[in-house]
Each structure stands twice: as C-alpha cells, then as structure tokens.
C-alpha cells in the first residue's frame, strides 16, 4: 500500500482517478493549484487506488493523504 | 473623487493606497481572511472583510465588493492589475451602480482580452501580428493542419488567456497532439471559454512591451518602453526601461504601432501594448493588457510621472497630465526584481511564513512591498512578495547598484528567487543586453552542464 502525499500547501484543482482504477507508475492522479500554478501528483507506483481523500475544492497541507494506491 | 476602494491585495493595494493618500484621496480596503493581517489592509482609512481566502470566494466576488462600495459612498474602485482589473462584466456593474472604474471601459477591456478579437483589431490598424490563426481552432486536426503551415514550433494559446497561464509551446506534430486537449480544458476551466488559437514561436526573440496612456478628450501618449524578456513559465522576472540593444528605428516603429493599436480602440486610461521581436528586428503584436501592469514602476522611475495618478485623473475626466509627446522625456535606466516565493531553480512555489524580512534601508532604492515581517505567504494567491526597483543614469550603473542593494536583502522563512537575480545579473547575455526570452532556460542548461562536468 503507498500513499501519495502532498507535497506543498494548496487546492484540489482536479481528481483524474476513481477508487478501483488501475493506475501505471508517472499517471497523473491529482493535479494542486497552489499560488497560480498547477501541480500535478503523479503515481509512484503501478496498482489500483483504494482510496481517495480529497475533494475538487478541497484545501490541503503538506504532507496530507491524497491518495491510496494498493500494488 | 473623494473616497476609493481598492479591489485588490498585496503589493498593488499599498501602491495605490500610497498615491490616493498623497492626493488626499480616502481609500477603503476589501480582504480576505488570510490577508487580514497584511500591511495593505492597516495601510487604507477603512478595510473589509470579503470572505474565505479562496480567490473565487473572496476577491473575484465582484458583486458583494461593489455592496460595499456603494455602503462606504466610494466615488471610485481602483481594480490594481490581475483579478477584477480585465473583467468587463465587472466594470458595466461598477457603472451601473454610479461609481467610477479607474481603467478603460468595458467595451475595450473586452475586445483585447479575447486574443483572437484583440490579432483581428490589430490586424485593421496595420499592427504586425505574429503569424497564426484569426478564427479560434476547434479541433486537433484543424490545428495540426494550420500548424504544419505556420511552422513548428507553435504556441498553442487560450484566447481569454493572459499571464501566462493557458499556453504551452509545442515543438512538433506530436506535443500538439498531446497538449491540444489538455489546453482547451484549461483554458475552460479557468477563463470559462475553450477557444485556443496558435501562433508561430518567434526563436531568439524579446519582450517588449510599450506602456500608453489615453483619456476622453482624444489624447493618447506612450511612455517608452520596457524589456521584460527575463522570463520563467512566460512570467516576468525582471524588467527594464529603455530598452538595452534595440535601435532607434525599432524603437520607433514600436512607440508608432503601440500608439496606433491604443488609437484603433480608442483607449483611455492606462495600457500596455506588448510585443515580440525577433532577432532581425522585425516587430510582432503579442497582446494588449488593459490595466496598470506589475512592472509600471520602471516606466515610473524613467519619466519621473505617478502612473497611478495619471490613471486618477483620466478616470475624474481630465486631460493627462502631459498630452504633447514632446514633452515626454525619458531620463536614466531602470530595473525591477520581482522576488517570489518559490525555489530559485524549479521555481515550484513555497508558500509559508516570512520570520524576517530585511528590505535593507537605502533610500535611492525603491521597494514596492506587499508583505510584513511574520506575514504569512499564503498558497492561494501569486507568490509575489516585493519589487526591488532600481533607477540609476545609465544601465551600467543601475545594475551594479542592483547587485549591491540585492546583495542586503535578507528574507526566512520560505524559499525566494532572489539567489537567481544575483546569477542573472552575473549572466554575460545580460550584461550584454543582448539577452532573449530563453535567458532563464539557457542558464538552467548551462548550470546542468556543470553539473554533470
């Protein structure tokens, strides 16, 4: 099981997966917006995402869950 | 004009709060919960809160900002740049409810904002444009047809786009492919249109861009113009008036399209015409921005005019200020560093808080400053902190005064772009003024190289 977490402080801008997607390793799961620039959270590893914990809207810290991937 | 609220924050705020003051003009402040400590809001006579820190619940709620200015008895609303400042639905709203907006009119704001109308109106004028489509392209096919026309690489652009964002530069037939849905779903996200057009990328080129003025009586002036090629992700990084290394023909030919492209919308109050040239000199219209822009102050510091009240007085129906060019003279040289919050080589924002901020205390240096010390650098707006402008008589002089005064500046907390300035200015292309829009990208290269040697 690998979490992805959030590397800086910022918004949810889109959520690209769904819980029971299949995901390859560099797929790009979530994308931030923080200060007027998108960030893209890729996965960094290959298997099915398991959970989702963040919302489009949703503000988040670093270093939050935003997604779950089981290998 | 007695009394004017200023819808917007941080740096710009203040600078508009600091010339309605010396006009003995009263402003009113609106902010958002994260900014309710920054200097802007103590600075105004009367400030408000307006909502969550989220942009969208905040500072682009033109409606309730308008409620208040209505409740104060403002006579005007100063929109500073980005934000509100090239909403036209803003504008016919702040006019209907009889208060004066401090900028062009609604009619023009719309017109150059959407890129498309803005390549066609100038295409009228006899304004050079940069090869590319006049219609916006609607699928892949149409663009990879009219792209292998133009010539790769393209700029494949938002048409209600601007600062950079909602444009991606494609190097062949199979980026474009790559990138054509990507950027219209952008650009229908965050400008609420998915039209996109492409235009030829101008290699080795410069920024440059002509500030203009225009009032109701019919007058339209330039005020010279200014170099804003050091760029990262197509976003200024630093600027500066004049020009380095442009002859005077080009020069010429830049303040006489600059002039005719504010003539042929009949513009009023403060604008920017920007344009692309290429290494033989050939100028191309890039766009038009119809407000104040983040770099005025060079423009400022050259001519020695408040950009700010000449906006005033324009919008309180008066002539500008100085309405024979003649009389508009340009004296010394002039920079400006914008220091951001961000890593100084991957440039990926770092938001946080500001534990010191030492801006030095050289009275010959002019600091336009949108934060305290223990402000906190928030991760919902631009990460602009501060402008370090910098007037000296000739260039020379004005960079190594830059060096010296960029050298005593001392931020913590986060992460600031000012270690770049330092490499920029060191840069030989710079020193040359010889330098293009690549200038960041090939100095990045250059240090990878080191690395691996």
């Known amino acids: 099981m690998t979490q ?6 910022g918004s949810v801008f889109t959520v690209n997966v769904n819980v029971g997607d299949n995901v390859e390793v560099g797929q790009v799961v979530m994308v931030l917006e923080s200060m ?31 997604v779950t991937i089981t290998e | 004009m007695k009394k004017v609220l200023i819808a917007n924050r941080g740096e710009i705020a203040s600078r508009v709060i600091r010339t309605c003051k010396r006009l003995g003009i009263e402003t009113v402040a609106v902010y958002s919960e994260a900014d ?35 409740r104060e008895n403002v006579d005007a609303i100063h929109p500073g740049y980005g934000i509100l400042s090239e909403n036209a639905t803003f504008v016919e709203q702040v006019q209907k409810a009889g208060i004066t907006f401090i900028g062009p009119d609604a009619t023009t704001i719309q017109k150059m904002g959407d890129k498309i109308e803005a390549r066609q109106t100038m295409q009228r004028a006899s304004v ?56 219209k779903n952008r650009a229908k996200m965050y400008f609420g249109s998915d039209a996109v057009f492409l235009e030829k990328f101008i290699s080795n080129a410069r920024h440059i861009e002509v500030q203009v003025f225009g009032d109701y009586h019919g007058n339209i002036v330039h005020l010279f113009e200014r170099n804003c090629s050091v760029q990262r992700r197509n976003q200024k990084v630093i600027e500066e008036s004049p020009s380095p290394s442009l002859s005077e023909e080009a020069r010429a030919q830049l303040f006489e399209a600059a002039v005719n492209a504010a003539k042929a919308v009949n513009y009023k109050n403060a604008g920017t015409v920007e344009f692309i040239v290429d290494e033989n000199e050939q100028i191309y ?20 005019y408040d950009l700010v009240e000449w906006q005033i007085e324009v919008a309180r129906g008066n002539e500008l200020p100085v309405i024979d060019q003649q009389q508009i003279e340009l004296s010394g040289h002039a920079l400006e560093f914008r220091v951001y919050a961000e ?9 946080g808080e500001i534990t010191k901020l030492d801006l030095g205390n050289d009275d010959d240096v002019r600091i336009d400053n949108g934060y305290a010390e223990n402000g906190k650098v928030t991760p919902f707006y631009d990460p602009l902190i501060s402008k370090v402008i910098v007037h000296a008589a000739t260039r020379e002089e004005a960079i190594e005064k830059s060096k010296a005064y960029l050298a005593t500046l001392n931020i913590e907390g986060l992460k600031t772009n000012l270690p770049l300035f330092s490499e920029i200015l060191n840069e030989e292309s710079f020193i040359q003024g010889a330098y293009t829009t690549s200038i960041i990208a090939n100095w990045l290269e250059a240090q990878k190289g080191e690395k691996v040697n």
């Open chain 2, 36 to 70: 309710a400590e920054m200097p802007f809001v103590k600075e105004a006579d009367h400030a408000f809160l307006i909502g969550p820190p989220p942009i969208q619940q905040s500072y682009l709620k033109g409606q309730e900002i308008i409620e208040i200015a209505i």
């Open chain 1, 36 to 66: 007027k620039m998108e960030i893209p959270v890729e996965a960094e590893v290959a298997g099915k995402v398991t959970e989702i914990n963040a919302n489009v809207g949703d503000f988040v810290n670093e270093g939050d869950t935003l």
């Open chain 2, 343 to 351: 890593d100084p080589i991957t440039f990926m924002p770092s938001p």
């Open chain 2, 128 to 183: 050079p444009v940069v090869p590319g489509t006049d219609e916006g392209v609607s699928t892949l096919e149409e663009a990879k047809r009219i792209a292998a026309e133009i010539g790769y690489p393209i700029m494949l652009k938002a048409s209600a786009g601007g600062g950079g964002v909602g444009m991606i530069r494609c190097e062949d037939e199979q980026a474009l492919g790559q990138q054509f849905d990507s950027v």
């Open chain 2, 285 to 304: 219209f890039l766009e038009m921005n119809t407000r104040l822009q983040v770099e005025h102050p060079i423009t400022e510091e050259v001519t020695g």
């Open chain 1, 4 to 9: 992805l977490k959030s590397s800086m402080a």
